[in-house]
C-alpha cells in the first residue's frame, strides 16, 4: 500500500512539472523516423508541452487486484439513422486504449447496426427521432429516455456527446436534458461533431462547467468564435483568441484540432505538435473523442487522489491528443493514402504501448 501511495505521489509530482515548466521543439529518433518525442527544455515562449510524459504518467498501470471498471466506464450518446460510423469510432477507441467498458445510447434505427460492428459495445436503442412520433407523444418519451439514461449516469466516468447525433429537434432537445443531469451529476462531458452544433446554439449548457470538453474542428471552431467572440478567427494570434474563448465560456476546456492541437481552459494555452500524419480521413476526431474521455477519467482519478493543482481535463486533452496523433502517424507509415479511420484505431494499443510498456 505505501509503493503504491508513493508511486501516485510522484507521477502527481510529474504532471505539474510538466504542466509549469516550458518545452520548445526538440525532437530525438526512436525505433524509426517516424517516432519523434518532445524533449524539455529552456525556451520561455513555447506553447508545447511534454504531452509524452503526462500521457505516462496518467495511464494507469495494470494490475492483477484490480476489477472490471476500475480503469474506466464510458459511454457515448450518438448515433441516428444517417451516421452510426462515428459513435462506434469513439466508443470502441476507448475500449481499445483500456477503458473497461463502453456504451452506446443512440437511436432506435442505429442500434442494430452498431451492435453488428462490435460485441464488445454495450448499445442502448433508447433515443428517438422526431419523424416517427406524433406531437402529443414526444412529452412523456423524453421523460422516459432521460429516466432510462439516469439509471446509468452514476456509473461512468465520462461521457462522449455527439458522434453521429444528427440534428433532429427532438432529439437535440433530449441530449439537452442528459447535459444538464450528467452535470448535476458531476460527470465529465467530451463534446464533439453534432453535439458541438448544439453547445454553440445553447451555451450555458457547458458554461462554468470545468469537466466539459469541446474539441471543435476549424469550421466548428469559426462557429465558437463567432457566436461567443462576435468576430472571426484570428490565425495571427490564435493562442491568445483560444485562451479568450475558454475565458468567456467559463471553466470549460477546449482542444482546437489542427495541424498542431491548441488546449486552453481559459487560464492557460498549450500545443501538442509530435507525430500527426497527412492524412485527414473522416472519423479521426471521433477517435479523439474517446481517448479523451479515457484519459480525462483517469487523470480525474489520479488527481483526487492528492488534490493537486492540476486540471484533469487539459490533461486528458494532452494525453488523448498525443495518442491519437502518434496513432495516426504509424497508421500513415504503413498505408500511405489508404489510411482510413479503422486502420488508425487498430494502431491505438501498439501506440500506447510504446509509450507506456506493459510491465
Same mark, same amino acid.
Given at each position: 500500500?505505501?509503493?503504491?501511495?508513493?508511486?501516485?505521489?510522484?507521477?502527481?509530482?510529474?504532471?505539474?512539472? =510538466?504542466?509549469?515548466?516550458?518545452?520548445?521543439?526538440s525532437s530525438i529518433s526512436c525505433n524509426s523516423s517516424r517516432m519523434q518525442t518532445m524533449m524539455i527544455?529552456?525556451?520561455?515562449?513555447?506553447?508545447?508541452?511534454?504531452?509524452?510524459?503526462?500521457?505516462? $504518467?496518467?495511464?494507469?498501470?495494470?494490475?492483477?487486484? *484490480?476489477?472490471?471498471g476500475q480503469a474506466g466506464k464510458v459511454a457515448v450518446v450518438g448515433g441516428c439513422r444517417e451516421y452510426? @460510423?462515428?459513435?462506434?469510432?469513439?466508443?470502441?477507441?476507448? &475500449?481499445?486504449?483500456?477503458?473497461?467498458?463502453?456504451?452506446?445510447?443512440?437511436?432506435?434505427?442505429?442500434?442494430p447496426v452498431i451492435k453488428g460492428y462490435s460485441p464488445e459495445l454495450i448499445v442502448h436503442p433508447l433515443?428517438?427521432?422526431?419523424?416517427?412520433?406524433?406531437?402529443?407523444? *414526444?412529452?412523456?418519451? $423524453?421523460?422516459?429516455? &432521460?429516466?432510462?439514461?439516469?439509471?446509468?449516469?452514476?456509473?461512468?466516468?465520462?461521457?462522449?456527446?455527439?458522434?453521429?447525433?444528427?440534428?433532429?429537434?427532438?432529439?437535440?432537445? =433530449?441530449?439537452? %436534458?442528459?447535459?444538464?443531469?450528467?452535470?448535476? $451529476?458531476?460527470?465529465?462531458?467530451?463534446?464533439?461533431?453534432?453535439?458541438?452544433?448544439?453547445?454553440?446554439?445553447?451555451? +450555458?449548457?457547458?458554461?462554468?462547467?470545468?469537466?466539459?470538453?469541446?474539441?471543435?474542428?476549424?469550421?466548428?471552431?469559426?462557429? &465558437?468564435?463567432?457566436?461567443?467572440?462576435?468576430? +472571426?478567427?484570428?490565425?495571427?494570434?490564435?493562442?491568445?483568441? &483560444?485562451?479568450?474563448?475558454?475565458?468567456?465560456?467559463?471553466?470549460?476546456?477546449?482542444?482546437? *484540432?489542427?495541424?498542431? %492541437?491548441?488546449?486552453?481552459?481559459?487560464?492557460?494555452?498549450?500545443?501538442?505538435?509530435?507525430?500527426? $500524419?497527412?492524412?485527414?480521413? @473522416?472519423?479521426?476526431?471521433?477517435?479523439? #473523442?474517446?481517448?479523451?474521455?479515457?484519459?480525462?477519467?483517469?487523470?480525474?482519478?489520479?488527481?483526487?487522489?492528492?488534490?493537486?493543482?492540476?486540471?484533469?481535463?487539459?490533461? @486528458?486533452?494532452?494525453?488523448? #491528443?498525443?495518442?491519437?496523433?502518434?496513432?495516426?502517424?504509424?497508421?500513415?507509415?504503413? *498505408?500511405?493514402?489508404?489510411?482510413?479511420?479503422? +486502420?488508425?484505431?487498430?494502431?491505438?494499443?501498439?501506440?500506447?504501448?510504446?509509450?507506456?510498456?506493459?510491465?
Open positions: 500500500m505505501h509503493h503504491y501511495n508513493g508511486s501516485i505521489i510522484r507521477r502527481q509530482q510529474h504532471l505539474i512539472s =510538466c504542466l509549469v515548466s516550458n518545452y520548445h521543439h527544455s529552456g525556451s520561455p515562449n513555447s506553447l508545447e508541452v511534454d504531452a509524452i510524459s503526462i500521457l505516462r $504518467s496518467i495511464a494507469p498501470t495494470l494490475d492483477s487486484t *484490480k476489477h472490471k452510426t @460510423g462515428a459513435p462506434y469510432f469513439s466508443a470502441i477507441s476507448a &475500449l481499445k486504449i483500456g477503458a473497461d467498458l463502453s456504451h452506446v445510447f443512440c437511436t432506435r434505427d442505429a442500434a433515443l428517438e427521432e422526431s419523424y416517427n412520433l406524433r406531437d402529443e407523444d *414526444k412529452k412523456s418519451i $423524453s421523460m422516459r429516455v &432521460l429516466a432510462e439514461v439516469d439509471k446509468w449516469m452514476e456509473r461512468f466516468d465520462c461521457l462522449v456527446i455527439g458522434p453521429g447525433l444528427g440534428r433532429d429537434p427532438f432529439l437535440l432537445d =433530449c441530449v439537452s %436534458d442528459i447535459m444538464k443531469h450528467a452535470r448535476q $451529476s458531476n460527470v465529465p462531458m467530451v463534446i464533439d461533431g453534432d453535439g458541438l452544433f448544439l453547445v454553440t446554439n445553447c451555451l +450555458d449548457l457547458v458554461r462554468g462547467y470545468p469537466l466539459a470538453v469541446l474539441t471543435p474542428n476549424v469550421n466548428e471552431y469559426k462557429r &465558437l468564435v463567432q457566436k461567443v467572440l462576435n468576430c +472571426d478567427v484570428n490565425d495571427q494570434d490564435g493562442p491568445q483568441q &483560444l485562451l479568450s474563448l475558454a475565458s468567456s465560456i467559463g471553466g470549460v476546456t477546449i482542444l482546437r *484540432k489542427g495541424q498542431s %492541437d491548441y488546449i486552453s481552459d481559459g487560464k492557460e494555452v498549450k500545443s501538442v505538435s509530435i507525430y500527426g $500524419s497527412p492524412r485527414r480521413c @473522416g472519423g479521426q476526431g471521433d477517435i479523439l #473523442s474517446g481517448s479523451v474521455a479515457v484519459f480525462l477519467a483517469w487523470a480525474r482519478q489520479l488527481v483526487g487522489k492528492g488534490q493537486p493543482n492540476i486540471n484533469p481535463a487539459m490533461l @486528458g486533452c494532452i494525453a488523448g #491528443s498525443a495518442l491519437m496523433r502518434k496513432a495516426a502517424s504509424v497508421a500513415f507509415e504503413d *498505408k500511405k493514402r489508404s489510411t482510413l479511420t479503422t +486502420d488508425i484505431i487498430e494502431c491505438l494499443g501498439r501506440s500506447l504501448e510504446d509509450i507506456f510498456p506493459v510491465s
